[in-house]
């Protein structure tokens, strides 16, 4: 698919009628977001450095008992720096430049918490189901280079890192997992977070190389708050989105690899939905550009073997408990969102929808219980 589009915000810029646009943005986007005031040297470095550089805010009610507890997240989409041919210690010493080098610009704009995209250290190669050379992008969660690297960063910047990796675990076997590394600000390993649920749609082959995750739902205490990691497709699971707001998180990011034509009109809703549903804020990140391959290989329908995935949106944005977003990053540029939240903003909803407590959880997980019974008789009122 052709990149097409910048982005969808700069087309309803151009093209919704001055008078319109706020009530079309209220409608859309639950309101105008607060645009940040970024340095000007964080401004310059972008433009220097070719990416987009974007920057918004969400209100909070002031409250007498509780002082605003202010966090700046920081989102990253990027392409891949080099071909998918070259050697893969030159693909992952680049990749690591060029988040270096939009980090920096971050930690300009007072970024607490970066979060990079999905499998950041190399290309989404899992369509091609071949192994090598592949795997060899694997590294250890706990001490790999990709993990020192950010936790430098991590110390130099006094940020926490979210570092989405292909892991392998040298200890259960050489196994690889898609996993999430969380480093704390004080530059500490806080651990890892694996991918819940394994793509089987279209070229997302991915269960050829990695099962489904056992680390369940944990949530971080960083100094910042208190977050979480949903890989990607586990962004199409209201339960996984459910279960991380269970165990109390209040950001959850979504470090995702997706294209155009499976995924995009499913985009702006599913993390969205999941920030209303679960009284939390949400990080939607989506890599950007189109990677190529050497050889060819096929989708399993009958098509023409093809040398690339399809082109994946970028669009990354954060979503609000109370249903707000932000723009989206554009769909065709490496790009930084930074966004101020007042992470009050979650009780204050969650006190004014009771989610959490007219949820009936009690009652689901009974019958989800009974559900996956292999003799469950499923409740079917007949005439
Ligand atoms: N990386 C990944 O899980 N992609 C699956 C496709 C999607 O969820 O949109």
Request: charged content about 20%; proline content about 5%.
């Amino acid at each position: 698919m052709a990149e097409g589009l910048e982005s969808v915000e700069s087309c309803l810029e151009q093209h919704i009628p001055p008078e319109d646009l706020a009530e079309v943005k209220r409608i859309l986007y639950g309101g105008e977001a607060r645009k940040l005031n970024l340095p000007s040297a964080a401004l310059s470095a972008a433009q220097e450095r070719e990416f987009e550089l974007q920057g918004y805010g969400f209100e909070a009610a002031s409250e007498q008992l509780r002082r605003p507890r202010i966090v700046r997240v920081g989102l990253v989409q990027n392409k891949i720096p080099l071909p998918t041919d070259t050697s893969v210690a030159s693909q992952v010493a680049a990749l690591h430049r060029r988040i270096e080098e939009i980090v920096e610009v971050a930690a300009m704009c007072g970024v607490n918490i970066v979060c990079f995209q999905e499998a950041w250290t190399m290309p989404f190669a899992f369509c091609t189901r071949e192994k090598l050379p592949w795997t060899e992008f694997a590294e250890s969660a706990e001490d790999g280079p990709t993990t020192k690297f950010c936790q430098e960063l991590a110390k130099k910047y006094n940020m926490v890192v979210v570092s989405p990796i292909l892991e392998r675990d040298e200890i259960h076997g050489g196994t690889l997992w898609n996993a999430a590394v969380v480093i704390s600000n004080s530059g500490a390993v806080l651990g890892k977070s694996r991918k819940n649920h394994i793509p089987r749609v279209g070229d997302f082959n991915e269960s050829t190389y990695y099962m489904e995750g056992n680390t369940g739902h944990p949530v971080f205490q960083t100094q910042f708050g208190a977050i979480a990691v949903n890989i990607c497709y586990g962004r199409h699971h209201p339960l996984n989105w459910l279960m991380f707001s269970i165990n109390g998180a209040e950001i959850i990011f979504n470090p995702s690899a997706t294209i155009g034509k499976l995924s995009e009109s499913l985009w702006p809703i599913e993390a969205r939905n999941a920030a209303i549903a679960n009284h939390c804020f949400t990080c939607a990140i989506n890599r950007v550009g189109t990677e190529y391959y050497k050889n060819a290989f096929t989708s399993g329908d009958g098509g023409k073997a093809h040398h690339d995935l399809g082109h994946f949106y970028g669009s990354s944005y954060v979503a609000a408990p109370d249903g707000s977003r932000t723009p989206g990053l554009s769909r065709t540029r490496d790009g930084l969102l930074v966004v101020e939240m007042d992470l009050n903003l979650c009780r204050q909803v969650s006190d004014k929808w009771n989610f959490k407590m007219t949820g009936r959880y009690e009652m689901y997980a009974e019958r989800l219980t009974e559900a996956v019974q292999p003799y469950f008789i499923p409740n079917i009122i007949k005439e």
